[in-house]
């Protein structure tokens, strides 16, 4: 199988292909524009495989889109390129809306010119995966799960632009009868995931002794999904899933904010002791404009298709990453220095 994968330089798109390389005998081509979020480093594990190559490529791009379909000639597309931070989406939204909407409307055009081309047999395997997330469904109160069939809710400019490229995937899917799937998850975490979202800013600003900023009450709750175990459900999806489908992924993980950031205190004392305990570097800052109460994933249709559950437990997972980031300063120092040193962002008000 020959797979492009968009946004494979991100914390997702790498945790994806490095799982391809290992556990599959695919061909992946990442194409990816590398902005602010986009790493080479986080491929160095796989990088010399003769299956993997890599393109520079913004997906808003129609002559260099086309032109990689045409030479590369993938048998599958995963899409995973986006902005993807609420809080960068309160400071500067027309980003989202470029790549997240016109850059998937314009990869689905792309793919639909392509598909048209194939002969019968490739058609037949061909598929269109669109990755997305659950701040589509809105925001739950105590209650309840957002399950395939929650009406879409977004609030935030991140959620309202990944709202519409599904509904753009969708549509193509309608109209068009190009083979898309879905799938829409909860938070993820673990090893090279950018600084800026909560678990990995935790941990490097609790290494660094600087405050540990909690929006608001730090009692918004999100339901966590290691890394690997959504790599493994999107190629599981991507063979096995049916056509015009949706798939909620979610790690059964609920936990809130402020639980979250002293599990990782807690890890730190143990493995990185001083005088004082992490959870001291605690702050309540000024919360997040517009910001979602809580979000919990009913996967029940995953598990019974097609046999899918989260096989890591917050616990290890969140140890894990902790551990990760103590053995990797190669990978974090330089984003830390150059690029993004973890000042707060999406403040609102300007
Ligand atoms: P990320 O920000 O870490 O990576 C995004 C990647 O896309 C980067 O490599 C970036 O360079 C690339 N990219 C951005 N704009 C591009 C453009 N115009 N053309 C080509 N490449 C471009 O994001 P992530 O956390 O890995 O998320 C990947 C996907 O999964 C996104 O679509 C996101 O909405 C979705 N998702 C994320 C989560 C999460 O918890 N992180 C949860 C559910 C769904
Ligand atoms: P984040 O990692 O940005 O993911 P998302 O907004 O997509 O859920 O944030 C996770 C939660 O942590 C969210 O409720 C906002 C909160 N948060 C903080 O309390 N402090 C922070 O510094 C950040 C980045 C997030």
Redesign the pocket.
Known sequence: MKVIV??G?????SALIRYLIKNTDCTVLN?????Y??NTDNLKEIDDSPRYQFVQ????DEVKVREIFSTFEPDTIMH??????VDRSIDAPLEFVR?NVL?TANLLHCALNYYQQLPEEKKAIFRFQH????EVYGSLGKEGFFKETTPYDPKSPYSAS?ASSDHMVRAWGHTFKLPVLLSN????YGPYH?PE?LIPLIILNALDGKPLPIYGKGDNVRDWLFVEDHARALWQINRNGKPGETYNIGGNSERTNLEVVESCCKILDELVPKAESYSKQITFVADRPGHDQRYAIDASKLKRELNWEPLTRFEDGLRATVKWYLDNDWWWRPIREKNYAGERLGKGGK
């Open positions: 968009t946004g330089a991100g914390f997702i798109g194409l990816d524009k590398l902005t979020a986009g490529c913004d997906i808003c995973l390129a986006a902005e993807s931070h790549t850059g990755i997305s997330t659950d990944k998850c909860s938070n993820n950018f979202k």
